[in-house]
């Protein structure tokens, strides 16, 4: 036997079998580009190299309903909560990683419309061309409750074009298919050829929250609890802040 063969093949195997295990991480779309911006810092911090996946909150509980395995989710404050009831999130893994507000996005050099006060956001909305968001997105739900306390509902309705492909909604506003997308702030400042207006008026605003949480069917619930641990540290405070979030701590 070639006793350097021999030697190169126990290394190898031996190299294969120290490789850090990749940690599985759900992420909903409106902490998106914090996870992105902390990847590399957070994977260096826990020794791990990270699989991330991305979606709406919702769609992402769908699939763990249906038996996907993951070790980490960085999800709605309600979907967490409901995973630990549920049994599916270890109960005292949830930690508060922060919250955003709900903001509107235009075509790159298009005029800013008026959003300043409920009154001058009610005119923008009644005369848009069309305005489009998510149709399983966690902001929804806080978009067509301001559509109420307006009182333009009916009016608007005819205009909302709901999209079902993470990230459409703004990418249909920077390719001229849609005026304006209303959404999480921290998924408009990231896109490309899409320019915020600004957050709504706070008289109308209301806030997403964000919480981390491990699996209770991780392979590896020390690393997992890491990434919790650094993405929700005040180190990572910076990150949410340059996306438009208010970290929790």
């Known amino acids: 036997m070639d006793l350097r063969f021999s030697a190169a093949a126990i290394f190898g195997a031996a190299s294969l079998v120290a490789q ?63 995973l630990m009831k549920e049994g599916k999130v270890a109960a005292d893994s949830g930690v508060d990683l922060g919250r955003v507000g709900l903001g509107i996005g235009i075509r790159s050099g298009a005029p800013k419309p008026d959003i300043s006060t409920p009154d001058a956001l009610k005119r923008t909305l009644l005369n ?9 997105g966690a902001a929804r739900v806080l978009i067509e409750k301001i559509y109420e306390r307006l009182g333009i509902s009916s009016e608007v309705q005819p205009k909302i074009i709901l999209q ?25 400042l990231p896109v490309k050829g899409v320019d915020l207006v600004g957050a709504v008026p706070k008289e109308l605003q209301s806030y997403v929250r964000f919480r981390g949480g491990v699996s209770t069917n991780t392979k590896d619930a020390e690393a997992s609890r890491a990434v919790v641990k650094f993405l929700s540290s005040a180190k990572a405070g910076s990150a949410y802040k340059a996306r438009g979030m208010e970290p929790a701590r």
């Open 164 to 188: 079902s492909i993470p990230g459409r909604p703004q990418t249909a506003v920077a390719d001229g298919h849609a005026e304006m997308v209303m959404t999480l702030v921290s998924e408009i």
């Open 20 to 82: 850090p295990a990749t940690i599985h991480v759900l992420v909903s779309n409106g902490a998106r580009a914090v996870a992105e911006d902390l990847r590399a810092q957070c994977e260096e911090a826990i020794g791990h190299p990270l699989a991330i996946e991305y979606s709406a909150a919702a769609l992402l509980k769908q699939k763990v309903d249906a038996g996907e395995q993951f070790d980490v989710a960085l999800l709605t404050q309600e979907v967490i909560d409901e």
């Open 128 to 136: 848009a061309k069309s305005i489009t968001y998510a149709k399983d």
